[in-house]
């Protein structure tokens, strides 16, 4: 399988046991999320596509990843509540833009899919996949991880709950092992 795809044998049992992506749109849809924002992501490609065919929802196709913290502070100041998705290599390029919703207190809510962990075939993503969880803490920005489906569902529900109630800055860590290896 050349492009890009995971296999549903990489997901792992807990993969094919449980349409998690859809679970997570109804999730995220209960806590009327109407933007989200993306950088084109394999490990987000399901959550995409479901959030791209809702007309309730706008969805703001990314070219660096730092853009989506600005959509996500207007959006915010417009009445909307909104998600980023990313995957953890994208982190990098946010941390300078991350200041305004910290010092602001604006509420965030982003979706980061791990590389350089588990089953990593790119030495190129090892780097930033060390030093994103502690990169976002170091800036201020909460993080919570998730390697299974369940604790995924719980986790960015209790996320959303912090980010749009008590206008906390969060970012949930999809483990690189939830989303199965990929195969090039």
Same mark, same amino acid.
């Given at each position: 399988?050349? $492009?890009?795809?995971?296999?549903?044998?990489?997901?792992?049992?807990?993969?094919?046991?449980?349409?998690?992506?859809? $679970?997570?749109?109804?999730?995220?849809? !209960?806590?009327?999320?109407?933007?989200?924002?993306?950088?084109?992501?394999?490990?987000?490609?399901?959550?995409?596509?479901?959030?791209?065919?809702?007309?309730?929802?706008?969805?703001?196709?990314?070219?660096?990843?730092?853009?989506?913290?600005?959509?996500?502070?207007?959006?915010?100041?417009?009445?909307?509540? %909104?998600?980023?998705?990313?995957? %953890?290599?994208?982190?990098?390029?946010?941390?300078?833009?991350? %200041?305004?919703?910290?010092?602001? !207190?604006?509420?965030?809510?982003?979706?980061?899919?791990?590389?350089?962990?588990?089953?990593?075939?790119?030495?190129?993503?090892?780097?930033?996949?060390?030093?994103?969880?502690?990169?976002?803490?170091?800036?201020?920005?909460?993080?919570?991880?998730?390697?299974?489906? $369940?604790?995924?569902?719980?986790?960015?529900?209790?996320?959303?709950?912090?980010?749009?109630?008590? $206008?906390?800055?969060?970012?949930?860590?999809? %483990?690189?092992?939830?989303?199965?290896?990929?195969?090039?």
């Amino acid at each position: 399988m050349g $492009d890009g795809s995971i296999t549903a044998e990489a997901q792992g049992e807990a993969g094919r046991t449980r349409d998690w992506p859809s $679970d997570l749109y109804q999730l995220l849809k !209960r806590h009327d999320v109407r933007q989200m924002s993306y950088v084109p992501d394999a490990g987000h490609a399901r959550l995409i596509q479901l959030f791209r065919s809702d007309n309730d929802v706008t969805c703001n196709v990314l070219t660096t990843e730092e853009e989506g913290i600005a959509i996500a502070a207007g959006a915010w100041l417009g009445g909307l509540r %909104s998600v980023i998705l990313m995957q %953890s290599s994208g982190v990098g390029n946010c941390i300078n833009m991350l %200041s305004l919703p910290v010092i602001a !207190r604006l509420p965030l809510l982003m979706l980061v899919t791990m590389r350089g962990e588990w089953a990593e075939f790119n030495p190129w993503q090892v780097p930033m996949g060390l030093a994103t969880e502690r990169s976002l803490e170091a800036v201020g920005i909460r993080t919570m991880r998730a390697s299974t489906p $369940d604790d995924l569902i719980a986790i960015v529900g209790s996320a959303a709950t912090l980010a749009y109630g008590a $206008d906390q800055q969060i970012a949930v860590i999809l %483990s690189q092992r939830l989303l199965g290896e990929k195969k090039w």
